[in-house]
Structures are given as structure tokens and as C-alpha cells.
């Protein structure tokens, strides 16, 4: 009699409910084994019986408490926890009757079945919920697709609000999902999070370099980037292209790294002279110039480099000294990214693009919309989506991903020999 009791109240303890499916596994009650244990030795001196019931109780909803912590795996602690109490046991009952002590022994050696009945009903129930939750994240992942090529469709501006509100209620549902799945199966939702194909996969790992991470990337993006990716790729002279690069890159990424800055942002070089001048001969070239006289590898203006120290009059123009226009850029894009914050590093660079005071006449009118302080209506996926910013800086940002895709490829293009 006293064993059933003792299973019945260690499948209690372990969360063992058949029929409530929660978005995160019930956690076991959190106990200090120790103390308890302790207690239970002075009890022993009175009733082993009693004693025993306890410490199955508390062995159970230990076990389960750590496969919880192990996000409903096997802890590996099972027999540990065994051996354990059963050596507290046994420290504390040397005094009592052999009788008695045979009696506790056979108790503690019959746990190992409630403990599998315990696990078995831990398992089954985790089971349905995990089932539960991908489903839940695959039906919410279908809408925000749906709402996103809504947006990309639309232009009227209301409506445009409307659905990037619904936009960020179902990110927030999906993330909400994703963090409940990893407490259940870290590995799932780790590969569920990774959704998309390879260009989603280099979106993101760029993106979290600037803690920019974004749930959702707006399909019209994507489908941009993979357009200058392709571009870039079918180029003939991609080649050459790369190999003058390659020459100045290693005095680039030390202008930028005395800077803090990550390599990615160097990409603004490669991008910027395709914005302006014929695509075959400026890519990373010191002496380009554009019609509207912006010049040198980093296609600065004349006002703008004169504001970083550099010389341009007549007789000198500084611009076209690569070392000296690149640590003058590195320490625009700098306070770029300062202004910003380094999660808004695409604004940063729309903002080299567009010129400070463009950018900042739009987070001017954002502004004046209500909540238009905040940091999420500030973004550059606010500013995308709601088609905030002129056509030629939304198409600016994805032409400098695409130079660094290419560029993390360049060993599988064969540009490296």
C-alpha cells in the first residue's frame, strides 16, 4: 500500500497532468534535497515507512526538476540522485534494526519504477507539446508572410500602418512560441528559428553582427538583394573587381578596426562607386568621380570630406589619397552609427547614401506620427516597409550585402586564385 501511494504523489509532484497542453513544460517545484533528506533522517529513528514515502516523493521530484532544467531531455542525474539519497539513507539508519533497514532498502530499490512511470508521463505530455507549439509557429509564420506581401503591394498609407501593426503582433506571437519550444527542445527550436533558405541564413548572420536581427525580412528586400547578388555574380570583370579589393582591403580593415567598426561596413566602398559611375571600372577605385562630384574610393563630397579634415581645393583633392578617404570615411560611417546605433547600421549606411540631413528629414516627419519617438518606428525595416525612404537608398542597402555575400563566396567562385 505504501508503494502506490508513493507513486501517486511523485507522478502528482513530477507535473503529471494528462489532459493540459501549455506552451512550456510545467517546471518541477524547486526543493532543497539536502534539507529534506536531513529532515527525513530523524524521522527514520520513528518510521521507516513514513521515511520511505517521503524519499520517494523527493528522489521523483528531483528527477523531474532536473530533466526540466535539461529542457525536457535526460539529465543523465537519475542514478546519481538514486545513489545519493540512498547514502543518506544509510548514514542516518545505522543505528536501527536490520529488520528495518532491510525494509528501507527494498523502498529506495522499488523507486526506479516510479521514476519511470514519472518520466513516461513527462515525456508523452512534453511530446504533444512540442507537436503543439511547431504547429503553432508554421500557422503564424504563413501569416506574416501573407501580411508581408500585403506590405511590399500596398502604398496607401494607413493601410500600410495597419498591417506593419499586424506585422509586429505576429512577430512578437512567433518569438513568444520559439522561446516556449527551446524550453522543451533547445535543437528544434534552434533549427525552426534558422527557417529560410541560404540568402535567409547570410541575411541574418550579417544582421547579428550589428545586434540588428530581424524576425521577418521584408520579401521585397530579399528578392532585391538576391538580384544584386546574381548581378554581381554573372559580372565579367568580377574578377578584377575583386582583386583590387583585395589590394587596399588590408589597409581598410585597419582604418576601421583602429575604429571599433566591423569589416561589413567597408562594403559601403564597393557599393557607393556602383551607385554613381559605370559598374567596370570604379569598384573600390581611388580616382572615380561622379557627375554630381562626389570622388575617390569612397565617393565623398567635397563639403563632407573638408568636415573630416581632408584638403580639396584646385590644386590638392585629398579624396583621392585611398588611405587618407578611407580613414575619413571610417570616421563618418563612426559617428553614423553613433547617431543611429549600431542595431541601425543599414540606416547608417542609407544615411551615407542619402546624406545625413535626407535621413534625418524623414525620422523628422516619423516624428509627428504618434509613438514616432520610438526606437522601432526609428528603424530601417519601419522606414522600408512603410517606403519611407527614396527608391535609390532602398535599393542602396542591399547592394552592400550583396558585395559582402559575394565576397564571404569568393573561394567558391573561384575570385580567390
Known sequence: MKTEAVSVTAVHAAGGHHHRVSPAVPAAPRIDATSELSKISSDLQESADTATAKLAEIAARKVAQ??????????GKTMLIMASTLKQVQRTTQAATARRWVKVVAAVAGLAAVIVAVMGIVIAQQKRQIEELVKQKERIDKEIEAVEQQISEESEPERLAALE??????????????????KSDKKKAEALAERGDELDRQIRDILRKFDADTYAVPPIFKERLRFHVDELVK????????????????????????????????????????????????????????AAGAAGMWQMMASTAQGYGLRVDPSVDERYDPEKETRAAARHLANLLAEYGSDSFMLAMASYNRGESGVRRVLREIAQEPGGF??????????????????ETREYVPKVLAAVIVSRDAKKLGLED
Open 374 to 391: 520610438r526606437k522601432e518606428k526609428r528603424d530601417f525595416w519601419h522606414l522600408y516597409r512603410m517606403k519611407k525612404l527614396p527608391e
Open 235 to 290: 559580372a565579367p570583370n568580377l574578377k578584377f573587381i575583386y582583386g583590387r579589393k583585395q589590394r587596399y582591403w588590408p589597409m581598410i580593415t585597419r582604418q576601421f578596426s583602429a575604429l571599433g567598426l566591423p569589416e561589413e561596413m567597408a562594403y559601403v566602398a564597393w557599393a557607393e562607386t556602383q551607385a554613381y559611375v559605370a559598374w567596370a571600372e570604379t569598384q573600390f577605385d581611388p580616382k572615380a568621380k561622379s
Open 165 to 182: 501593426e499586424k506585422l509586429n503582433t505576429l512577430t512578437g506571437n512567433a518569438q513568444s512560441t520559439l522561446r516556449a519550444l527551446g
Open 66 to 75: 532536473e530533466r526540466a532544467k535539461a529542457g525536457g531531455m535526460s539529465s
